[in-house]
C-alpha cells in the first residue's frame, strides 16, 4: 500500500458561515456543527513556490463539515482524565475535488476526481 504524504489548512467559507463553539458551560450531548474549506499545504515534498501554485486560491481542495458532541465533562478522581476536561465525540467528512492546475497531484485525484473521506473519533478538550 502507497502513503501520500498530504498537509493541509481550513479556511472560513465564502460566505462566512456562523460561527459555533463548544461554550464552557455546555452540557453533555450539546453539539457543534461545522464547515470549512480546505486548502492544500503540502503534497509530499512539493510546497507552495516548489511545486505547488503560490497562490492560495489556486489550492483548495474541498471542504471540512462535520458535528463535535460534548459526551461528558470529567470530575475530580477520573480514571482517564485531569479534572474539567470535555470528552467529545468528532464525526468529519472531508470532501475532496481534482486539482487540475496543480502539478504533482493531477495524477492522484483524476483517479478519484470526488473523494469523501470520514473520520470518526473520541476526542478530549481541556477547559
Not at 457543534?32 to 499545504?41: A, R, S, Y
Not at 489556486?58 to 471540512?64: L, P
Not at 492546475?101 to 478519484?112: A, I, L, M, S
Request: glycine share 8%; hydrophobic share 35%; with cysteine.
Amino acid at each position: 500500500m502507497a502513503i501520500t504524504f498530504v498537509v493541509v489548512n481550513v479556511r472560513e467559507t465564502i460566505p462566512p458561515q456562523a460561527k459555533s463553539h463548544l461554550p464552557p458551560n455546555a452540557k453533555p450531548g450539546f453539539q457543534v456543527f461545522f464547515t470549512e474549506d480546505v486548502v492544500l499545504k503540502q503534497y509530499e515534498a512539493q510546497t507552495p513556490g516548489n511545486g505547488l501554485p503560490q497562490n492560495e486560491a489556486n489550492r483548495y481542495v474541498g471542504i471540512h463539515s462535520g458535528i463535535l458532541t460534548l459526551l461528558r465533562v470529567t470530575g475530580d478522581g477520573d480514571r482517564f482524565y485531569a479534572p474539567a476536561t470535555r470528552i467529545c465525540q468528532y464525526s468529519a467528512t472531508h470532501r475532496f475535488r481534482n486539482l487540475p492546475n496543480t502539478p504533482g497531484t493531477t495524477d492522484v485525484w483524476t483517479k478519484y476526481p470526488e473523494v469523501d473521506h470520514r473520520a470518526r473519533a473520541v476526542r478530549h478538550i481541556g477547559l
